[in-house]
């Protein structure tokens, strides 16, 4: 204790110093001005800390604000709403759904249709349309399509049409067909006695969960305002979490082969870190992100790590038992890994609306989990979004991965990676155009150094062909799925790409229109919420039951004058 005394009389010195220049400084100042400094100082440092300390970048702060007071100035704002009412009627008239609309049904008819009746009009509604993805000419969206699957999943859904999970104990069968597609993912892969999961309505719900859970158990371990580490190739569901759930975003770049960049990732830790993001493979470009050495980092700073698997996780499950074994393991396997989500709706051939999130321990599920124990209509818990939920869907999804089985995926795969690589290898002979990176599954990005690569988008649109339209950089997708290992289809795809470029080269500098004009134009806006804006005019349209005309947009409301 005779050692502490020295320090405590210099740590006295210190406090009558500062007391006495406070004093000093107070001096001849009435009671209530001090009062009033002292909550007027607390309120400034209140405001100072929630604008420095905010869940979006003050960068990003600073230049919507600078824009937003651009739009008001006016005759800039005149200029800019000019611009955006010519953007959306571009984008009203590029939307094929909303051609040759000749009528809607407005209200209930006053006598109910009879079933023929019925039926003959869903023919009309799902003829409608000039893409057949049939033909095997769409990216990705159908991923199986096969006849005889279809007649199967059809008796399924009239078996269980009535079924409601949320009441397990009216439909118990229901209960174990779920509780069995959850436990089969998990195995698939690899998690161990304590992996366990949950069912969902498709790949953004269960990143949407995962974020949940890692956000509460942030909350629990004393973080305030929780981070997530996101490649900028992540799936925009990450975003959508972000928003939702009160997280901030940081994105993390990638490198020169298109995976996210380990030491930028290592350099955005921080206290407040709440989860790392790996995508296997990520949606634009197909690439695999490098997860074991995400994940030491991960293991390292004790932090949770989620694979985004949602749109190849029942591909990459199988690529080893079908010849094609991957560089680097993605599941959990790898010390670090916490959760997956993968989608059932898509190489798992299950019918749209179902998808999995999986955890490594039980212990983190229970962070998805919402409970309401005090509602007057008992105690409400729910394990994910949803409360009630179609368990035509989830008998579906069980019945699908039941009459496909272990050798029926293997084979689908071999199918689809062989087309893949069939593609990939043509696809580099040709001159002008390069491929993204080293895709390993069953997405090839197609870029160009020579020519604007929407042009060529359009061509193939001309053909009856429906590729991904990307962004930063400029680029389009193609997604292959079982309808393009079809005989003729990938040749077909080769020889149309062939014959487009060889018309583009004809006139290097001819305009790009429609939709890759849209894509162009939107890329080189840098104020992101005038692309916001018309992106909710186009979803506005989904919801259109006006005739289009010229004198309205999209959602039948007058265009700005």
Known sequence: MDAIIPYKEILQMYWEKATSFVNAQCDGLEPWQLVGLTISSTLISVWLHGFLFHSESLTSRTKKQFFKLLRKMPFIGAIIQKKIDEALNDVTSSLSFLKDE????KALPEQGMSQPEVLEKMKEYSSKGDVRWQDGKVSGTVYSG??????????VYEEFAWSNPLHPDIFP???????EVVRVACTLFNGGPNSCGAMTSGGTESILMACKAYRDLAYERGIKQPEMLVPVSAHAAFDKAAHYFGLKLIHIPLTKAMEVDVQAMRRAISKNTAMLVCSAPQFPHGIMDPIEEVAELAVKYKIPLHVDACLGGFLIAFMDKAGFPLKRRFDFRVKGVTSISADTHKYGYAPKGSSVVLYSDKKYRSYQFFVAPDWQGGIYASPSMAGSRPGGII???????????????????KRIIKT????ESELRKIDSIFIFGKPEVSVLSIGSDVFDIYRLSNFLAAKGWNLNVLQFPSSIHLCITQLHTKSGVAEQFLKDVKDSIEEIMKDLNAKT??????YGMA???????????????????????DVPCSEKHMNGSPGHH
């Open 102 to 105: 000749k009528d809607y049904i």
């Open 146 to 155: 096969e006849e005889k699957l279809t007649r199967l999943l059809v008796k």
């Open 173 to 179: 069968g229901l209960r174990k067909m779920e509780a």
């Open 395 to 413: 008998a579906a999804c069980w019945a699908t991965l039941m009459h496909i089985g272990e050798s029926g995926y293997v084979e689908a795969t």
């Open 420 to 423: 893949a690589r069939f593609l």
């Open 513 to 518: 229109t429609g939709m890759g004009a849209i």
């Open 523 to 545: 890329q080189s806006v840098p104020d992101r919420s005038l692309v916001a804006e018309i992106s909710q005019a186009y979803l506005d349209g989904l919801y259109s039951t």
